[in-house]
């Protein structure tokens, strides 16, 4: 099988899957996902994922059942199906049930899991470099939770697409927030600056990562606010997600990014490759 589906126990692939149209993701967005790289069968970070899950469906008040084990041993059963060391992608999200359109919850709501899992191919980050593209946040005020309400976030990814840019970057105001579909932060006078986690941005799992390796690899972090200014004079811009880990860009606007610090980023994600390594070692998996 080249990919899998999965949507309440049922399994096919992906593009013979069908849900019903009462599902509340399909009226409202009314739903919370994750995604995250799987290698050697591994799931990587997968527990802080789930961590991150088990926020998002509680902050909406999603009634979803399962608990932490069923979850992770219904994911690695997706990973197991596709039979293969190979880079995959893996995508889950919980709806808040199916019931006839009202906006009010269902009075006897049981969440929806939709899981697929397919292949990809990571992009190398020693060579790969985004050129972004500034658009201004008009999104809600609740970025920190992982919600399917993406609408703001398509439509920058695609003008960014069509001005020949490979990532959007949202600010409000002079404030940049994060990424269309990633976290951004800069790199000025040896320090690693990114916005702080409140309720403009999403806690990406990467971000906390690439702080963490900051730390270990002695460059000092500043979690606060930064203007578009500072985006445009940063030494270097760094682009995290979950399926592409941590990447450079080399425009904004058009213009070029200094690029000036690449020691410090070829020893960041050289830190990241390696913990990437590590966590996904075949030995990692228990069964
Ligand atoms: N912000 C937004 C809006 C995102 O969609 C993503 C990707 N999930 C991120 C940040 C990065 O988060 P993570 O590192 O957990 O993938």
Known sequence: MNNVGYYNGEYGPIEEMRIPMNDRAVYFGDGVYEAVLVKNRVIFSLEEHLDRFWRSFSALRI???????????????????LDTDDPLVLYWQASRGTASRTHTFPKEG???????VKPFVMKDMKTFRHRLLTVEDTRFFHCDVKTLNLIPNVMAAQQAEEAGCTEAVFHRGERVTEGAHSNVSILKDGVLKTAPLDHLILPGITRMHLLQLAGQCGIPV???????EELKEADEVLVTSSTALCLKAETIDGAPVRMSAPELVEKLQEAYRQKFERETDPALRKS
């Open 110 to 116: 049981k969440a929806n899991l939709m899981i697929t």
């Open 63 to 81: 009634p979803f059942a399962m608990s932490r084990e069923e979850l992770r041993t219904e994911l690695y059963k997706m990973v197991d199906l």
């Open 222 to 228: 500043l979690e606060e606010p930064f203007t578009l």
